[in-house]
């Protein structure tokens, strides 16, 4: 089922998998499974937990899991079992931490710059920055559902099998969850096209 | 007459954008979309959302974890275990002309010059991802013209 459908930019790097065919008939081994994953684990760790030492924390859990879970792991759906992975480490942090920091990311001012191109990158990195803090609010539900559709690109059916619940539930959860990023990031919702800096915002 | 004599459902909506309403209740929803500005202003906010987040970069994994990742522990299981992993990875599409914010046409249908007021065929080329047969995906724009 993943395997089948790959939607937006967060997999295009997995798209050519050394070893599918060329002169390696045993596979790729552990570095190619680090060297494909690291970042997809790293990035989808940062985005549930909003802050770096957490998402490194998490993230290298992730990989231990996997790791271990490699001796047992039988053909079949390698991104489903990654992905379920994740959010089951993530889980597990979560309890006992209880909650993850929401305002670990940095405020710091940009730095004065007359170039418009980067004045623009700066505009793009606070963007991502209040968008990331947005989700960080969520409800870890909601999150892990928008965070698994609108940045893994995967589909309800295979958002429902990572985590184990009806693709109704599914479809719920991330309509809250954009209900509530909605709220959160209004300024960037209702404006269109130009991105508006921080301080426009009501 | 529309099939929803009032508004649809967000979470309809919502699901519109995803893709993952299936060709009846679609058809059934832009059929409102036609007559209903609110409705459709709904799904530029949720399709806006979705690129909000969709637009997050991806990170690179920091050099010390990923080395520590590497660190050998028992290859042989490894090797073995993983050999099975990639097999169907050929078949997969590639997705990079997503990442250039790649929006899909429905039925085939070429994109007029954007009007001040697109016709509803057009706003949802823009704003709904369709899952046509199994493995085509768009990437929802962010930005929405006509505004």
């Known amino acids: 089922m993943f395997g089948r459908v790959l939607m937006g930019h967060s997999l295009a790097l997995l798209d050519d998998a050394p070893g599918g065919g060329e002169s390696d008939p045993a596979g790729p081994d552990w570095a190619d499974v680090v060297a494909r994953y690291a970042d997809v684990v790293y990035t989808m760790a940062y985005r549930l937990t909003g802050d770096d030492e957490d998402a490194r924390d998490l993230a290298q859990d992730v990989l231990i899991r996997l790791h271990r879970g490699l001796a047992r792991y039988r053909e079949g759906n390698f991104e489903g079992w990654l992905y379920r992975t994740t959010v089951n480490a993530f889980r597990d942090r979560l309890r006992k931490r209880k909650r993850l920091r929401e305002d670990a990311l940095g405020d710091e001012p940009p730095g004065h710059t007359t170039s418009e191109v980067v004045e623009r990158a700066v505009q793009l990195k606070e963007l991502h920055e209040m968008v990331q803090r947005a989700l960080v609010k969520l409800p870890s539900e909601y999150r892990e559902a928008v965070v698994l559709r609108d940045l893994e690109g995967r589909s309800y059916d295979e958002i429902a099998a990572i985590l184990e619940v009806p693709a109704g539930t599914v479809r719920s959860r991330i309509h809250r969850g954009r209900e509530a990023l909605r709220q959160l990031l209004e300024p960037y919702v209702s404006e269109q096209g130009e991105i508006p800096r921080p301080e426009q915002s009501t | ?147």
Not at chain 2, 19 to 45: K, M, N
Not at chain 2, 111 to 132: K, M, W
Not at chain 2, 135 to 147: D, I, Y
Request: glycine share 8%; with cysteine.
């Open chain 2, 1 to 147: 007459m529309s099939f929803y004599p009032r508004h649809v459902e967000r979470e309809i909506l919502s699901a519109l954008i995803d893709g993952e309403l299936d060709p009846s209740q679609r058809r059934e929803v832009y059929e409102h979309l036609q007559e209903c500005a609110a409705c459709r202003e709904t799904v530029e906010e949720f399709s806006n959302i979705h690129g909000l987040v969709g637009d997050l970069p991806r990170l690179i994994a920091p050099e010390a974890f990923v080395s520590e990742a590497l660190r050998p522990r028992d290859p042989s299981r490894v090797q073995a275990a993983t050999s099975t992993i990639f097999g169907g990875r050929r078949k997969w599409i590639a997705a990079g002309m997503a990442a250039a914010g790649f929006a899909i046409t429905i039925g085939g249908l070429a994109a007029p010059a954007p009007a001040n007021e697109p016709p509803v065929d057009v706003f949802i080329e823009r704003h709904v991802t369709v899952h046509a047969g199994v493995e085509t995906g768009g990437q929802v724009l962010f930005a929405v013209n006509g505004r």
